[in-house]
């Protein structure tokens, strides 16, 4: 049982490249997210599904586009990279119930330079 | 819209004393405080959380405390060992809703 999976755990991209990020849980959750952790901010939402089919934007969508592939994996993809991308890159999944425990993944830190 | 409130932003303390975090919420339909602890380097993970109808929890060193009147909520760390050293972030979550508001974080750093 090996939780949230993440990869790449390091990238570095040049201005303009493209990238998609991998997550997949093994734990049978529902709901899968994608935050950005950046110095002082804390962790920032920035897109989520609620379930296999679904996708919401979060706090700070834009320049993002995710993927719920199936209720297993959540891909997060950038299409034009910019510096301002630069973050550790975080998935999460949450089990179901009245509590909104999420489990998150190791972390993806990425350098656009 | 939704917003966490988290302060102090870094917070030192002597081995032994006791560390308190607090954290402001907006929405006053938040139902659900849970707690992260961040080590260097590493993922957040749950360490405790509280819901609307209950006052405190404790679980070993750390408590919680959850005022709502005030839409105040705080960590309280007693007896600090330096592996206490990590990011704190608190977090709010409304009833019928998939999404955590999470605090900016408390770099809380133990001395020996």
């Known amino acids: 049982n090996a939780g949230v999976t993440q990869t790449p755990k390091f990238q570095v991209l040049k201005t303009g490249q493209s990238m998609t990020l991998q997550c997949a849980q093994d734990?049978?959750?529902?709901?899968m997210y994608w935050y950005r952790q950046d110095p002082g901010m804390g962790l920032r939402l920035i897109y989520y599904?609620?379930?296999?089919?679904?996708?919401d934007k979060g706090e700070v969508p834009n320049g993002y586009n995710v993927s719920r592939l199936n209720k297993r994996e959540f891909s997060l993809r950038l299409e034009s990279a910019a510096p301002s991308q630069t973050s550790v890159y975080f998935c999460?999944?949450?089990?179901?119930?009245?509590?909104?425990?999420?489990?998150f993944g190791a972390g993806t830190r990425l350098s656009v330079l | 819209g939704e917003n966490v409130e988290q302060h102090p932003s870094t917070l030192s303390v002597q081995e032994g004393d006791s560390a308190v975090i607090k954290c402001t919420y907006s929405d006053s339909a938040s139902n659900y405080f849970p707690w992260y602890k961040q080590e260097l380097g590493k993922r957040p993970q749950l360490i405790i959380d509280i819901r609307s109808n209950v006052g405190e929890k404790k679980d070993q060193r750390i408590a919680v405390t959850l005022n709502k009147t005030a839409k105040h909520f705080s960590l309280h760390i007693t007896e600090t060992q330096p592996e206490d050293s990590a990011v704190y972030f608190c977090a709010a979550s409304r009833r019928g809703t998939d999404k955590l508001i999470f605090g900016t974080g408390t770099r809380l750093q133990v001395f020996p």
């Open positions: 999460a999944s949450r089990r179901g119930g009245s509590k909104n425990i999420q489990y």
């Open positions: 734990m049978n959750h529902n709901s």
């Open positions: 599904s609620a379930s296999e089919g679904t996708t």
